[in-house]
């Protein structure tokens, strides 16, 4: 299937917006490996889940996934790592959210808020690289990712980018040179899942270009690596939060993108429907 009848600039912006749409943490991170052996049937997805953990809650896409997780599983608490004050007072103030000031460098701080959350979702990205030329888009997912695998979590939806990993040809050479840095440490980040999750239940979520505007219900997910778009942020959210329970994207790697935005028919795109 050939996409090429839409136009790749305005999406291409929007990806490197969207690269640099969040500031960076600044402390220093030390990996340890850990291997994981689950059964398939131990990480089924679930109707719902009793307490979910947020990365990256604090605006965009995350943000928009606490709005979405509280009114689709209203009795789901949700516990959410942010790194301001302002950050934690806000999101304090919503039912069932548990705000936890902390810095996603911090395994430790990491692994001590995820201990508890039965299910993980991380939507962390960086402006730039920190100190020691580290950014969180591959530390912050890193330590989120071993918290999880340390604490028998089974469900974990890593939200990254579409230019990441096997879907770097849907973008042009011009557009991953700006973005290289952050999409290789995004794809670290998902190699890391795939490596050491592959008895769990994993998801990748690889939106295109993020938009703020409301959302319009038309987004679509597809396991087509050559689709290139843009989405709104709060589609995102909606999709992320949908494929959480969704049985069938299990060890799924998905690109996002909504037709409405795109000069493509909808019928073009090889839809992967979650359920």
């Not at 790749?8 to 500031?23: C, E, G, N, P, R």
């Not at 790592?81 to 919503?94: G, N, Q, T, Y």
């Not at 604490?151 to 770097?168: A, E, K, P, Y």
Request: aromatic share 6%; charged share 20%; hydrophobic share 40%.
């Amino acid at each position: 299937m050939s996409l090429q009848r839409f136009s790749k600039a305005a999406a291409l912006l929007l990806l490197v917006q969207s690269a640099f749409a969040f500031t960076q943490p600044n402390m220093a991170f030390t990996r340890t490996s850990t291997s994981l052996s689950m059964s398939s049937a131990d990480a089924a997805a679930k109707q719902s889940y009793n307490n979910i953990f947020v990365a990256g809650g604090s605006r965009g896409v995350g943000r928009h996934i606490i709005s979405a997780v509280r009114a689709q599983f209203p009795e789901s608490k949700i516990t959410a790592l942010v790194r301001s004050d302002e950050a934690v007072e806000e999101l304090s103030k919503i039912e069932n959210v548990n705000a936890v000031q902390g810095d996603a460098f911090d395994c430790k701080m990491v692994e001590g808020t995820i201990d508890g959350c039965d299910a993980v979702i991380s939507t962390l990205g960086g402006t730039a690289a920190g100190e020691e030329g580290k950014r969180v888009d591959y530390e912050g997912n890193n330590n989120v990712i071993e918290a999880a695998g340390i604490l028998g979590v089974t469900r974990v939806v890593l939200v990254t980018s579409i230019g990441c990993g096997d879907s770097q040809d849907a973008i042009p050479p011009s557009a991953y040179e700006v973005l290289k840095d952050a999409l290789a440490a995004k794809t670290r980040a998902e190699n890391v899942l795939i490596k050491y999750y592959t008895n769990t239940n994993w998801t990748i979520i690889r939106p295109g270009g993020l938009k703020s505007e409301p959302k319009t219900g038309t987004a679509v997910v597809t396991e087509d690596k050559s689709v290139v778009g843009s989405i709104h942020r709060e589609d995102v959210a909606e999709l992320v939060v949908k494929a959480l329970t969704s049985p069938n994207s299990m060890r799924k790697i998905l690109s996002a993108v909504d037709p409405e935005l795109m000069e493509v028919e909808k019928s073009q795109i090889d839809i992967f429907e979650l359920n």
